[in-house]
């Protein structure tokens, strides 16, 4: 979703109300949750469910490998 569409976008501030990130790439969302977390992204951005998907995966390879 645009944050531009989004209930949530203040017009006035330009920004997120509840100052989450939406990145428009999955390359840009991988180094925003490194950042900042998984937490930052937006619910209602495109690329969080795979980017938590491949985590969980990497979790579980990880764990395996131990
Ligand atoms: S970051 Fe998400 S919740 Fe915030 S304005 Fe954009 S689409 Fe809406």
């Known amino acids: 979703m645009y944050c531009r569409d989004c209930p949530r976008y ?3 501030e330009r920004r997120c109300k509840d100052r989450k990130v939406n990145p428009q790439h999955y390359e840009e969302a991988v180094n925003v949750a490194n950042v900042l977390g ?3 992204i937006c619910l209602f951005n495109d ?3 795979r980017l938590i998907r491949s985590r ?3 979790a579980v390879t990880d764990s395996a490998a131990d």
């Open 56 to 58: 969980l995966r990497s």
């Open 47 to 49: 690329h969080r469910e």
């Open 10 to 12: 203040d017009e006035t």
């Open 38 to 40: 998984v937490r930052a």
